[in-house]
DNA sequence: GCAAGGTC
């Protein structure tokens, strides 16, 4: 029998094992499971009072990712400040996995929804992507409920069915506020600061100059940790050492005012208890001390543990513990919380780890004698701590997993074990008047340092003294030390600041921190410290003397705290948006004004690019500068992409302007010919190399074998045979007419000025055009008489041949008198008759249609060429 | 080619 679809519910998580675990639960293990984008698990039970059927399926993550439309994707065409006020759209953020379309496939027919997202910010943001597409919210008819749970046990997901809630709208908001506001300042600094450097420097080892309101922030730790490196001064101190033998044991007393800057008082101390000679024990102390076990375990801390002690990266490190996860070695990697739930199974996880070779008898021990209920940490509501959930052996795990699983283990046994305790005792010495001090330390119970030994105290026999007991000083030593400088920053250390200063999530911190490694504003060096760069310290710098604001922080609380009033319903959404990015548009405006100031400490770092000479021009894939190699065969060379690309011999190369082939990218080239003939022609150099239209290898094969146009090597098209049709340096653009001597195209050379002229682009037939003409262009109008197409020449004004002194005139050099009257022919015989005859009655597009004729016999059609475009 | 945040 159908179900009515008010009875049937479907309910989203945020990934598919929270799916798989709410089903499981709901039905009592009995549910069917079928493959989609994400599984969908079906059973049938009641829901608020009625017989239902609940499907069960997930998103992964969030569907949705913020972006600019594409008009807005073309750096060369964008002001990054027009950025700022940009419309922004969002796309999906895995197309290929087709989520949307899943969410709105299981919706239909479904009068329910319950949102099972996980309990933050996120998690609101994403209910409202998965309303989105499930459609519910366009029928009034069909309800939403909001499951709120802290963890995914049976107890808090039969608490969360039974106190549905609604989605909360403003904390989905303040998420839309923060990736808008992200992404626009993100995206406007770093396209301009980027574009700006790279255009002028040869040697900057980062593809892009990136900023962002966490990146940056964290580059800002290590660089200011640099500095304090840079500007320590050290200095000396001295202290006092007297030595004491008592019952054969040499022991050495610590000075109770440890150390002094000024030698002569210490000088003066000494003399004070060398002419005693004598200590006396005025004091003995013993104290029980405790050493508490560790709360739950956190992913910062288990990335500081990682990097700190087992020498893997947070990023690698979070890669080994996914994958531990998915695996089922251990819980869910990603969590604030380092308080265990109320209902977790301790008894449980520990019985799981009784058979383990490597604890089990531990572990056996703490199930007999009891383990101790953990400390209580901080619960932030997301997920539990992280815990071991199936024993395992090195063997089945590899190195790295098995090291960050080992840890894992012992951790959570560690927060199940007893403190550890020991006896302090301190004696207290006076002599000549100066306190000095011995401690001991002996352990009476190991508790959780058993299981992590690395954490275990020291232990520190001392003699047993008496007190009032004289003792004879056997030697004052007068201690010389200095002040260190700090060490550059760990991981660890960093991680530490990002949590403290709310920089990134747990999720996010590993990328952040991989990011200022990948764009070369750091290094990891040994022992996983963080050593900023040249890059790097110049940013910093930078930033610092024109608004420190930008790496500091507080940049991050500031859009935090704005984000927050959104989320508390208290500011509204558009209103926080706008206000901030009119902020921060202010401060990318006062950056631009002032990038002289960070250029000056580039300068100061890098090398120009006119002076580094190697550099010619930037390669389209990666964007950065090739290195132009003028021995033969003349070519250039990409660092990055680790390619070659051949130029033409016999010549010389330069860059054209700074102009870009709107096919690739490619900067384009400038080459010409020696001599005072020899043309010249622009040229793409990835085009040059690998022609992109079908066809276009039989025309420049036709150049090669006429002997006349020296390409060179693995040479191929130069613009003045590309048929692209709207690219101003293309043979459509710049070809005049058929040459009158082959069945070329007479095209315009670019950078003959003042001997202006036309070459053809097969054979070497030359004309020259009016000379010492300040301009000559090519027009998009073509002659209606022989369809050649029509040219602009400005002249001289001292040598126009215009009356009135004007300047400016165009007309088609075969029929309009003038221009003929002016055109001269160089290596050909009858250029006024053949032109004439050859052009006349011609239809549109005659110039390009005509070069198809003649040798190659081949005719290319670019229409047909740019479907693949 | 850009951010930061989810998750795989």
Redesign the pocket.
């Known amino acids: 029998m159908e179900m009515a679809s008010t009875n049937k519910v479907l309910m989203v998580a ?4 929270i799916a798989l675990s709410i089903a499981s639960t709901l039905s009592h293990g009995r549910m069917s499971t079928r493959k989609g984008s994400t599984d969908v698990h079906e059973f049938d039970g009641s829901f608020l009072g009625f017989q239902a059927h609940y499907k069960v399926t997930s998103v ?9 439309p594409a008009p ?2 073309n ?2 065409a964008t002001d990054p400040l027009d950025l700022f006020q940009a419309p922004i759209c969002k796309a999906e ?2 197309p290929k ?1 087709h989520i949307c379309r899943h969410l709105s496939q299981e919706a239909r027919g479904c009068g329910h929804l319950v949102l099972w997202l ?1 309990c ?1 910010r ?2 609101e943001n ?1 209910c409202f992507e998965v309303i989105e597409c499930t459609g519910f919210h366009l029928n009034k008819g069909r309800r939403i409920y909001r499951a709120r749970f802290s963890s995914v046990t049976e107890k808090d997901i039969l608490g969360a069915m039974a106190n549905l809630v609604e989605p909360n709208r403003h904390e989905a908001l303040a998420v839309d506020a ?2 808008e506001i ?2 626009k ?3 406007a600094f ?2 301009f600061q ?2 700006y450097f ?1 255009g002028k420097y040869g040697n900057l080892d980062s ?2 100059i ?7 922030p964290t580059l800002g730790f290590c660089v200011q940790r640099y500095f304090q490196i840079n500007t320590f001064k050290p200095e000396k101190f001295w202290s006092l050492h007297p030595y004491i033998i008592y019952n054969g044991y040499e022991l050495q007393l610590e000075w109770e005012r440890k150390k002094l800057f000024d030698i002569d008082v210490v000088i003066m101390f000494q003399k004070l208890v060398m002419e005693d000679g004598i200590t006396e024990v005025t004091e003995i102390s013993e104290k029980q001390e405790t050493k508490g076990r560790p709360p739950g375990l956190n992913t910062v801390n288990l990335l500081k543990v990682a990097s700190s002690a087992l020498g893997l990266g947070p990023q690698v490190a979070m890669q080994v513990a ?1 994958r531990l ?2 695996q089922g070695f251990i819980s ?1 990697p ?1 969590t604030e919380s380092t308080s265990y739930p109320s209902s977790f199974d301790f008894k449980g996880t520990l019985g799981v780890l009784a058979k383990n070779p490597t604890w089990g008898s531990y572990v056996q021990r703490l199930l007999a004698d009891g383990y101790n209920k953990p400390r209580v940490g901080t619960d932030a509501g997301d997920h539990p701590p992280i815990t071991p959930m199936l024993s395992a052996t090195e063997n089945e795990l590899g190195k790295d997993a098995w090291r960050l699983y080992e840890y894992v283990c012992q951790h959570f046994i560690g927060t199940l074990s007893p403190d550890c305790k020991y006896l302090r005792t301190k004696v207290e010495f006076s002599i000549g008047g100066e306190s000095f001090q011995c401690v001991g330390q002996h352990v009476t119970v190991k508790g959780f340092t058993a299981i992590m030994p690395w954490l275990a105290i020291p232990e520190k026999n001392l003699p047993q003294f008496t007190k009032g007991e004289k003792i004879e000083i056997s030697k004052v030593d007068l201690f010389e030390g200095s002040t260190t400088p700090p060490d550059y920053l760990s991981e660890s250390d960093l991680i530490s600041l990002m949590e403290k200063n709310g ?7 590993p ?2 921190i991989n ?1 200022i490694c990948e ?1 070369n504003f750091v290094q990891v060096q040994a022992g996983r410290k963080l050593v900023p760069t040249p890059l790097g310290i110049t940013l910093i710098r930078g930033y610092q003397c024109i608004d420190p604001d930008l790496c500091l922080p507080d940049i ?1 609380s500031f859009i935090e705290h704005q984000i927050t009033l959104v989320a508390k319903g208290q500011a509204d959404h558009i209103h926080v948006v706008q206000h901030v990015l009119l902020q921060f548009r202010q401060k990318y405006c006062y950056f631009v004004k002032q990038i002289e100031n960070m250029n000056t400490l580039f300068e100061a770092q890098f090398s120009a690019l006119a002076d580094s000479g190697r550099n010619l021009s930037k390669c389209g894939k990666c ?1 950065r500068y090739m290195k132009y190699i003028s021995s033969q065969p003349p070519r250039l060379y990409c660092n990055t992409c680790e390619e070659e690309y051949y130029l033409p011999q016999k010549g010389s190369i330069k860059l054209y302007k700074e102009l870009t082939c709107p096919l690739d ?1 490619f900067e384009l080239l400038i080459f010409s010919m020696p001599g005072p003939e020899g043309k010249s022609f622009p040229l793409c150099p990835y085009c040059y190399n690998s022609p992109p239209f079908e066809g276009i290898d039989t025309l420049y094969s036709a150049a090669k074998t006429t002997g006349s146009s020296k390409l060179g090597k693995g040479a191929g098209m130069p613009c003045f045979l590309c048929p692209h049709p709207t690219c101003q340096h293309s043979m459509i653009a710049q070809g005049v007419c058929a040459c009158p001597e082959c069945s070329g195209t007479l095209v315009l050379d670019p950078v003959s000025a003042p001997k202006w002229r036309l070459y053809c682009n097969i054979c070497n037939c030359l004309v020259f055009l009016p000379q010492g003409a300040h301009r000559i262009s090519t027009t998009q109008e073509s002659c209606p008489e022989c369809d050649s197409k029509i040219i602009e020449v400005d002249f001289n004004k001292k040598t126009t041949p215009l009356e009135d002194g004007a300047t400016l005139y165009s007309g088609c050099i075969l029929c309009d008198e003038l221009l003929h009257s002016l055109v001269e022919m160089k290596h050909g015989k009858s250029f006024f008759k053949r032109m004439a005859s050859r052009g006349r009655g011609r239809g549109r597009g005659g110039v390009y249609r005509g070069r198809g004729r003649g040798s190659t016999g081949k005719k290319v059609d670019p229409k047909m060429s740019f479907r693949d475009f």
């Open positions: 945020e990934k598919p094992s992964i993550g969030h569907v949705f990712s913020v972006d600019f807005y994707q750096w060369a953020t895995n996995a996980d933050d996120e998690g994403i923060r990736q992200d992404l300042v993100g995206v770093t396209r980027t574009s790279q593809r892009v990136s900023y962002g309101p966490c990146q940056t996914e996860y998915t869910y990603r920089i990134g999530t747990d999720a996010s911190i990328v952040h990011n764009r991050r964007l990218n």
